[in-house]
T-cell receptor, first 111, second 114 residues
């Protein structure tokens, strides 16, 4: 089993809707998670990180970590066509400085 | 402040050749990591250097090597290129001062091996 699993998508949502992107993981140890956005042909850009159970909000983005169920989510409120990209989830175990990336979920926001 | 920079942006090589990719980290960052990303996949970890010492190595053949210089810039070398080495090569820098040592990526070098 891969360390970080993401549905490759594409996930298609209408403009203005909430996009929900999910990532599951297999290790129950201490760890941090990162969400990156990657436009086609570009490099990943950091959206936010989370390491505590619960929600963390930054503008239109909310990261949710549920350690009991071993998943981390990214919610994008009021989705815009400019949010259309691939979203990468990364996991960094405690004591490690090397994140492991999922394959990414493609998001399409249509007008 | 300038972000992570990489050079060149694009490169075309033929099988069997050697290539050197360069990366300069964000000012103040002492750690540099290299990743390979092929189409449809997430970045795959190749190397990480911190304070000029190798801190981690991914599952890549010995044809891949790297080093970090006193100014914390880094080079990734790939020898005896194969068609399968065609990918986007990403460099990321980080610092113990940033939360969870978050990694920030450069623009990448797109390598095509013919």
């Amino acid at each position: 089993q891969k360390e970080v699993e993401q549905n490759s998508g594409p996930l298609s949502v209408p403009e203005g809707a909430i996009a929900s992107l999910n990532c599951t993981y297999s290790d129950r140890g201490s760890q941090s998670f990162f969400w990156y956005r990657q436009y086609s042909g570009k490099s990943p850009e950091l959206i936010m990180s989370i390491y505590s159970n619960g929600d963390k909000e930054d503008g239109r983005f909310t990261a949710q970590l549920n350690k009991a169920s071993q998943y981390v989510s990214l919610l994008i409120r009021d989705s815009q066509p400019s949010d259309s990209a691939t979203y990468l989830c990364a996991r960094m175990p405690g004591g490690s400085y090397i994140p492991t990336f999922g394959r990414g979920t493609s998001l399409i926001v249509h007008p | 402040d300038a972000g992570v920079t990489q050079s060149p942006t694009h490169l075309i090589k033929t099988r069997g050749q050697q290539v050197t990719l360069r990366c300069s980290p964000i000012s103040g960052h002492k750690s540099v990591s290299w990743y390979q990303q092929v189409l449809g996949q997430g970045p795959q970890f190749i190397f990480q250097y911190y304070e000029k010492e190798e801190r981690g190595r991914g599952n890549f053949p010995d044809r891949f090597s790297a080093r970090q210089f006193p100014n914390y810039s880094s080079e990734l070398n790939v020898n005896a290129l194969l068609l399968g080495d065609s990918a986007l090569y990403l460099c990321a820098s980080s610092s113990p001062r940033t939360p969870q040592e978050t990694q920030y990526f450069g623009p990448g070098t797109r390598l095509l091996v013919l």
